[in-house]
T-cell receptor, first 114, second 115 residues
Framework: AQSVTQLDSQVPVFEEAPVELRCNYSSSVSVYLFWYVQYPNQGLQLLLK??????LVESINGFEAEFNKSQTSFHLRKPSVHISDTAEYFCAVSAQGGSEKLVFGKGTKLTVNP | NAGVTQTPKFQVLKTGQSMTLQCAQDMNHEYMSWYRQDPGMGLRLIHYSVGAGITDQGEVPNGYNVSRSTTEDFPLRLLSAAPSQTSVYFC??????????????FGPGTRLTVL
C-alpha cells in the first residue's frame, strides 16, 4: 500500500517570494507521482506528474517538482509566486500498474498575499 | 469531449433519504473512481471500477454502493444518507495506456449536505 504525507497544511507567502510545498511518500513498489491543484470552489486539475526519466518535472505555469527516490520525496517549488497561485495543492501517488487507485495527501493551502 | 461530468452540482438531503450521484465520461477510460473530500482529510477513495461489471471497495466504502453497467457511467448510490456523508464528491477516470498513464481526470464535484 502507498501513503502520502504533506508536511504543511497551510503555507502563507508574499507575492513574488519563492515557495516549497513538501511531499513525502511511502511505497514498497515503484510509483508514479502527481501534484494536483484545486482553486477555490473548483475541481482538481493536474499540475505535473513524474512517471520515469528525468527526476525534475515542470508545469506550464512555472512550478517544478523533483523526484528524490532516496528521500522518498516529491517537493513542489516555484521561484516567484503570484496572487493567482492561491489554491490548495495535493500530492498523490499510485503504484505502477495499479492505476485505478490514487492515494492523496491531506493537502497544503497556499495563500499568496500582496 | 466533455471529459468527466457529474450531476447534480449541489444536493441537500434529510437523514435516511436515498439518492444517486451520477458520473459519466466520454474518453473511453477503463478505470473510474469515486472520492470524497473533507476539510483536512484530502481525498479518500470510496469505490472504484476497472471496467464494466467490475467494482471494488476503496478506503471508505461504508454507506455507499456502486455499479458499472457501461464503460461511460459510474453512479454512486447512498442508500440511507447520514450527516457523516456531508462532503464534496468527485468522480475521476483514467486509462493505463501510454497517453494517460495513471493521470486521473476529475469531474467538477457534487457538494452534498445531509441534515
Amino acid at each position: 500500500a502507498q501513503s502520502v504525507t504533506q508536511l504543511d497544511s497551510q503555507v502563507p507567502v508574499f507575492e513574488e517570494a519563492p515557495v516549497e510545498l513538501r511531499c513525502n511518500y511511502s511505497s514498497s513498489v515503484s510509483v508514479y507521482l502527481f501534484w494536483y491543484v484545486q482553486y477555490p470552489n473548483q475541481g482538481l486539475q493536474l499540475l505535473l506528474k513524474y512517471l520515469s526519466g528525468s527526476t525534475l518535472v515542470e508545469s506550464i505555469n512555472g512550478f517544478e517538482a523533483e523526484f528524490n527516490k532516496s528521500q522518498t520525496s516529491f517537493h513542489l517549488r516555484k521561484p516567484s509566486v503570484h496572487i493567482s497561485d492561491t489554491a490548495e495543492y495535493f500530492c498523490a501517488v499510485s503504484a505502477q500498474g495499479g492505476s485505478e487507485k490514487l492515494v492523496f495527501g491531506k493537502g497544503t493551502k497556499l495563500t499568496v498575499n500582496p | 469531449n466533455a471529459g468527466v461530468t457529474q450531476t447534480p452540482k449541489f444536493q441537500v438531503l434529510k437523514t435516511g433519504q436515498s439518492m444517486t450521484l451520477q458520473c459519466a465520461q466520454d474518453m473511453n477510460h477503463e478505470y473510474m473512481s469515486w472520492y470524497r473530500q473533507d476539510p483536512g482529510m484530502g481525498l479518500r477513495l470510496i469505490h472504484y471500477s476497472v471496467g464494466a461489471g467490475i467494482t471494488d471497495q476503496g478506503e471508505v466504502p461504508n454507506g455507499y454502493n456502486v455499479s458499472r453497467s457501461t464503460t461511460e457511467d459510474f453512479p454512486l448510490r447512498l442508500l440511507s444518507a447520514a450527516p457523516s456523508q456531508t462532503s464534496v464528491y468527485f468522480c475521476a477516470s483514467t486509462s493505463p495506456d501510454s497517453v494517460s498513464y495513471n493521470e486521473q481526470f476529475f469531474g467538477p464535484g457534487t457538494r452534498l449536505t445531509v441534515l
